[in-house]
């Protein structure tokens, strides 16, 4: 017996999950099956019967290829609709699902990946522990950020709610898009440790660079930096927010248009988290940098 406890409440015994699931979850599917095929076979099989019995057959033309044409369109419906069930069909129905499930949801490569040659930047990086004041777990690195790992906890802790990251790209690039990852909603014990606004600023090296960033968003912000500055001049990429009410934990944001259409490249970027989700501590997953390689 189940504890009270568990019991539904009014419910007096317990109710089998089996009949249960076949009782409401399959009716719906199998009645718009039985409805798809039921109503063109009726209708072959009148049409059948019209054509081999005796008043219609050598009748009036008009009724012969009504009825000829109504046969053929049902049958064709009912060989179509049973095609749809073959097991081969299903086979690949099912193959086509598993690869989109299984394929990258971004599509786009990730430049900042440790394993293309993607470093974090120290000197121009919040400072890290490498282990919890309060503890003896060791923590990882800010170079967690830049690996594949999703795993729950293969992040980089922040204890506190503000921190950046400087990340050097191997290849000077034209940046057009920044993708967050985080770990889904249902696995985390403290979703409030999730990042929330963030900026990603690209540092400004080349002169041309520069002017060219100035001609396009004006002079006066040129004092505009995260606040781990070392004197570089920035450009704001992109100033976004990760939503972690939204369908995918994997979220891609784009670069301020008139940025990528200026052809302005960059080697260093750096992302600035400005709040989280409510925790007192931020966890960073994943930061990955998409746009297009330098041609040299
Ligand atoms: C990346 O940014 C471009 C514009 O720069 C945009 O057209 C595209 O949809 C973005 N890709 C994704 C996956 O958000
Ligand atoms: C740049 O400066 C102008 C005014 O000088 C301001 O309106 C604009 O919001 C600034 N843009 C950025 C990206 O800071």
């Not at 699902?97 to 599509?107: E, F, K, M, Q, T």
């Not at 396009?216 to 040129?222: H, L």
Request: hydrophobic content about 40%; charged content about 15%; glycine content about 8%.
């Amino acid at each position: 017996m189940f504890p009270a406890g568990n019991m539904p409440e009014g419910s007096t015994a317990r109710r089998d999950p089996f009949s249960d699931r076949f009782a409401y979850e399959d009716s719906g599917p199998v009645s718009a099956f039985l409805i798809i095929l039921a109503v063109p076979l009726a209708f072959s099989i009148v049409w059948c019967l019209l054509y081999h019995s005796e008043p219609y057959s050598g009748g009036e033309p008009s009724v012969h290829i009504w009825t000829i044409a109504l046969g053929h369109w049902s049958l064709g419906f009912c060989a179509g609709g049973l095609g749809q069930c073959s097991p081969q069909a299903l086979d690949s129905l099912v193959e086509r699902a598993v690869v989109n499930a299984l394929r990258d949801p971004v599509g786009l490569p990730d430049l900042a990946l440790r394993a293309h040659g993607g470093r974090v930047f120290k000197t121009l990086t919040t400072p890290w522990a490498d282990r919890q004041s309060s503890g003896t777990i060791p923590l990882y690195p800010p170079d967690v950020v830049l690996n594949e790992d999703l795993r729950v906890g293969s992040c980089w802790l922040i204890s506190d709610t503000h921190a950046q990251l400087a990340i050097v790209i191997p290849k000077l690039l034209y940046p057009t898009n920044v993708t967050i990852d985080h770990v889904p909603r249902e696995i985390t014990v403290d979703i409030g440790q999730a990042p929330r606004h963030m900026r990603l600023w690209g540092l400004l090296e080349d002169p041309t660079n520069r002017d060219l960033y100035y001609a396009i968003v004006g002079t006066g912000n040129a004092t505009s930096a995260p606040p781990i500055s070392g004197r570089h001049v920035y450009a704001l990429l992109a100033d976004f927010s990760y939503d972690i009410h939204a369908q995918s934990h994997i979220q891609t944001f784009q670069v301020d248009p008139r940025l990528v259409a200026s052809r302005i490249y960059f080697g260093m970027v750096i992302l600035e988290i400005i709040d989280n989700w409510g925790s007192t501590s931020t966890c960073l997953y994943r930061v990955r940098i998409h746009g297009d390689p330098v041609e040299k």
